[in-house]
């Protein structure tokens, strides 16, 4: 008779302790599956496991969905009516995620999954979700396996994920209800997420029946974000959703009216970096009445921010060296102008940020440029701050509020913004920009 020599006896026992506890079948190197835990009784055997890409050696963090796997098979001629999986109530189901396959069929809830749908054969509560056949069916389980996927919402620690029960054709059946039978798994606490910081600027500036490309820029760690969404919205009105690649997200804006803009773009976030959000201000300049023939048209270059000259050209087909007259609401500019080859040239300096109507008069042809000057740096200080929130919070839900402006508002909008407000203002005229807090 052959011995077991000390080192093979303790590897047998610790293999044998692993399996009776439900642990791991597979290693720390990839997604895992929890040994099936498993029983019966006189009408049917079962078993119940938990999987997960999250899973590593037993664990999953906070936050993490995995799958739990419910197998029935009939014993004898036996007819399954329902299954129902209980768990604790940490474990939150994830909406459209049971699948079911039996007698060569497959079926599911999720109405853009495969198989044949059977939305109402699936019932949910707290702590629980059951499939049933429905008008009084049955399955010959040979065998029925049913997956549904839950969000672990619970404590640190060890959990039992719960166990099963059924009901069968047969009126005498016992023990068929197996509560807490696992198996287990250990739940822990997610590492902390990279805070990130969102800006948003809109170019060229708004103007009303014209597009405009919204931009939001997420960076977390000192780089690009890559992963998540940012959902923009005006006025707490959503006008599209971006995805984030390199750090960069748009969307296209054409504003239908003048007036008032309040532009708030929202990270969500990713399960490594936390959600910000940022909001700027303005005005969306009202869109130019149409010119009548032969009337005198307005170019501007870039767009005006009070103290910086700004080039005003106007071309018309009048007679050379027939006056200009060039105004600013209502306020005469550039005094002295006459056409030379067909144009004018007035260099203009605001004063005053807002809405303007530059107005062109040659003769008897008039026409009309609306546009709107920013303020000198770029804004007030504190524009575009980012509510302050939790890890993973997505912000305030009202995208039409900015929040407290902070530091980093001050930031952008204060000496800073002083000092890129000149030459530079000028070279990029089109983009107003504000940075947002983490949330």
């Known amino acids: 008779m052959s011995r077991l020599n000390r080192p093979a006896l303790v590897a047998l026992l610790s293999t044998s302790a692993a399996i009776i506890a439900g642990t791991t079948a597979a290693g720390a190197a990839g997604a895992e599956t929890m040994t099936p835990v498993t029983g019966g009784n006189d009408t049917v055997s079962f078993s119940r496991t938990v999987g997960s890409a999250a899973l590593v050696d037993g664990k999953v963090k906070v936050g993490d969905t995995v799958t739990i796997t419910n197998r029935i098979d009939r014993k004898l001629g036996w007819l399954v009516y329902s299954v129902r999986d209980n768990h604790p109530s940490c474990m939150k189901a994830v909406p459209n995620t049971s699948v079911w396959t039996v007698s060569g069929g497959t079926y599911t809830n999720n109405p853009d999954g495969p198989g044949t749908k059977k939305p109402n054969e699936v019932t949910s509560g707290d702590g ?78 708004p103007k009303a029946g014209e597009t405009s490309t919204v931009k939001a820029t997420v960076t977390a760690g000192g780089s690009g974000a890559t992963g998540g969404t940012v959902e923009f919205f005006n006025n707490g009105a959503s006008i599209g959703t971006g995805t984030v690649a390199a750090g960069v997200a748009t969307t296209n804006w054409k504003p239908a009216a003048g ?11 990713t399960a490594t970096i936390e959600a910000s959000n940022a909001t700027i201000t303005g005005t969306v300049a009202a869109a130019d009445p149409e010119p009548e ?43 002295g102008l006459v056409l030379a080859n067909g144009k004018a040239t007035c260099q203009w300096t605001p004063t005053t940020a807002g809405a303007v109507e530059l107005k062109a008069v040659v003769g008897a042809k008039s026409s009309i440029r609306n546009l709107v000057v920013e303020a000198a740096g770029g804004g007030d200080p504190g524009d575009g701050g980012g509510d302050p929130g939790g890890p993973g919070d997505g912000g305030d839900p009202d995208p039409g509020t900015g929040g407290d402006g902070g530091s980093t508002g001050s930031l952008g909008g204060g000496s800073l913004g002083g000092l890129f407000g000149g030459s530079l203002g000028g070279l990029f005229g089109g983009i107003t920009d504000a940075v947002g807090s983490s949330n």
């Open 293 to 335: 023939p032969g009337a005198p048209v307005i170019a501007v270059n870039g767009s005006p921010k009070v103290g910086t000259a700004t080039p005003v050209v106007v071309t018309s087909d009048a007679s050379e060296g027939s006056a200009v007259t060039l105004t600013a609401n209502g306020a005469a500019i550039c005094s």
């Open 128 to 205: 629980w979700v059951m499939i049933d056949a429905t008008g009084g069916g049955s399955w010959e389980a040979k065998p029925l396996i049913w997956t549904q996927d839950y969000t672990v919402e619970c404590a640190p620690g060890t959990l039992n994920t719960g166990g099963l029960q059924w009901s069968t054709t047969n009126v005498f059946e016992k023990n068929n209800n197996q509560s807490n039978v696992g198996p287990t798994i250990t739940v822990e606490t997610p590492a902390p997420k990279t805070a990130s910081a969102t800006a948003v600027s809109v170019t060229p500036a």
């Open 259 to 269: 007036g008032a803009y309040s532009l708030k773009a929202v990270y969500s976030g």
